[in-house]
């Protein structure tokens, strides 16, 4: 029998032992054979020499992750023993290039610009993500697209995605029919494209037993929302307080992806927008990252990226 001391370094034994040493023991759990114990910033590790081999490599990965992220989840834990691992960093497996999910018609939706894979990879690398840019970059569709892939492997148990109710000109009050009729003109890039990854009956169900919620941003006040995959689009419509409200809505094992594009504010006064200073202060905290879109991530028609382009000069 081998016996062996594991250090942390860098790394403060409460982010990755977890409270009351849950991540530790699902750790632990899957290395029947080891006889593992923390102490304080030490590991006490016996059996066999291949066994503690591979745990110390396994743990390593886990530390390595614990450094760049605000707290781990069982779910990261479960990550670490999957086929794509490497020392010290954990890469999320995507087989037949970058695949995220598969749409209703059996199209495969995966990541397609740079900026795309390096959406997908920071997401699974912190628990907010930012993902700013251009119209027809693939922000919130790479988004919804990652939400419904966490839902369909049950990371999360449910989905909320939320817009701010502002849109150019236009005012709710003037729109027929209930609240309903009045908002969901404003949420239907939301509908279009989860309706394109989830079959109709299905998103209705999940829709009705409250699994995936679409809801205006307000709506999001006072509201704790642990296990959930939660998206704000549109976010340049908002105000800092706004944003404020609904960052601190996050719970326990949440991610949270916020999509904007400041070049197209639709506030009546445009210095009401507060993504731009959200951002300055937020960039530089643990399990935060920040992903800039450009034009050459644009995938629409052609001619989008020109407009973006002739727009810029005004």
Do not use: W
Not at 92 to 100: F, G, L, W
Not at 218 to 231: C, E, K, N, P, S
């Amino acid at each position: 029998m081998t016996e062996k001391y594991l250090s942390l370094e860098q790394v403060d034994p409460v982010d990755i032992f977890g409270v009351n040493n849950r991540i530790f023991n699902q750790f632990v759990s899957h290395f029947p054979k080891v006889k593992a114990v923390a102490r304080g910033s030490e590991i006490y590790v016996a059996g066999a020499a291949g066994d503690i081999s591979e745990f110390e490599e396994k743990f390593k990965a886990l530390s390595g992750m614990a450094a760049r992220k605000s707290h781990l989840s069982e779910y990261d834990v479960e990550s670490i023993f999957g086929d794509n691992v490497e020392t010290g960093q954990v890469e999320i497996s995507q087989t037949k290039e970058s695949i995220i999910v598969f749409s209703t018609e059996g199209r495969a939706i995966k990541a397609r610009t740079v900026n795309q894979k390096k959406m997908v990879s920071e997401y699974y690398q912190n628990d907010l993500l930012f993902a700013l840019g251009p119209a027809g970059s693939g922000k919130t569709y790479t988004a919804i697209a990652l939400a419904v892939r966490a839902l369909k492997n049950r990371e999360v148990k449910r989905l909320i995605l939320t817009r701010p109710a502002v849109e150019a000109g236009e005012r709710l009050g003037f729109l027929p029919g209930d609240l309903k009729d009045k908002l969901d003109p404003y949420l239907q890039p939301l509908y279009d494209a989860l309706g394109d990854m989830i079959p109709a009956k299905k998103l209705q169900s999940f829709m009705e037993e409250g699994v995936i919620q679409i809801a205006p941003l307000a709506y999001m006040r006072g509201r704790t929302l642990d296990r959930a995959f939660v998206i704000l689009d549109e976010a340049q419509n908002t105000s800092l307080g706004q944003l404020k409200m609904f960052l601190t809505r996050m719970g326990n094992d949440s991610k949270f992806i916020v999509t904007g594009d400041a070049t197209q504010i639709d506030l009546p006064n445009r210095n009401d927008s507060g993504l731009t200073r959200c951002i300055e202060l937020v960039r530089d905290i643990k399990g935060v990252s920040i992903v800039e879109f450009g034009k050459e991530d644009i995938v629409r028609h052609p001619l989008v990226t020109k407009i973006v382009s002739a727009f810029e000069k005004v």
